[in-house]
């Protein structure tokens, strides 16, 4: 069973999770210390303290109005929550997989130019198992499951280092281990992106030939977490 890493400290979170309840992640909160002394059950004293840690760590931001202070999570304070709530989906709702619905869409063709790199091909041979077909299968994935990537992208993956060809960088890629009906391939995600909506997919075989895919062909892809 995954454990929960210590991110912000206990103290801080839960915390965090009070003023979300309060609505503090959708808007300004008027909350006296108090209040959230009596919410965290503690004193008025360490509300107020905690509320200085919290402003410190970036994780809220106040404002102080003429009769009461306002108060709101800030996207690293949310960012913060979705991870956490990640891990505790990992823990009672998953298991070693998750599986993500989506579409098949065409590329603008550059992820097969940056797979077929031999800086990159030789890792995937060594991390996957197989040596990937030069192009990728796109998939447009189902709003509701866009923030399983979360989840995806909390766990390890298999490490590709990027390196330098003719005066050209190539950066670190992650690959994750999925399969499609039975078949072996592997969702590639550049290391430092964020949001996305659309997942490139290798594999040894030309999946959209295997697998007689046309653009907007339902796909199911299965991850190992």
């Known amino acids: 069973m995954p454990a929960i890493r210590n991110r912000m400290g206990s103290k801080y979170s839960f915390a965090l999770r009070k003023l979300a309840l309060l609505g503090a992640i959708d808007d300004y909160i008027a909350v006296s210390s108090r209040e959230l002394g009596n919410i965290l059950e503690m004193s008025q004293q360490s509300a107020s303290k905690r509320i200085l840690e919290l402003l ?30 990640n891990e505790y989906r990992r823990i009672f709702e998953l298991t070693d997989q998750i599986t993500i619905h989506g579409t098949v869409a065409s590329g603008m063709g550059e992820g097969g130019y940056y797979i077929c790199q031999e800086g990159y091909m030789k890792q995937f041979e060594e991390a996957l198992g197989f040596t990937p077909f030069q192009g990728t299968l796109n998939v447009v994935i189902d709003p509701e499951d866009i923030s399983k990537l979360d989840i995806v992208r909390s766990s390890a993956g298999c490490m590709i280092n990027g390196f330098t060809c003719d005066e050209r960088s190539f950066g670190n890629v992650i690959a994750y281990k999925a399969k499609i009906r039975n078949k072996d391939c592997a969702i590639v995600v550049p290391e430092r992106s964020h949001y996305m909506d659309t ?21 199911d892809v299965r991850i190992s977490l």
């Open 56 to 85: 410190d760590e970036k994780y809220i931001v106040r404002d102080l109005g003429a009769r009461r202070q306002r108060i709101r999570i800030t996207p690293k304070g949310v960012e913060e929550l979705k991870k956490e709530y």
């Open 199 to 219: 997942i490139e997919i290798i594999c040894q075989f030309h999946l959209r030939h295997t697998l007689n895919l046309e653009d907007g062909d339902r796909v």
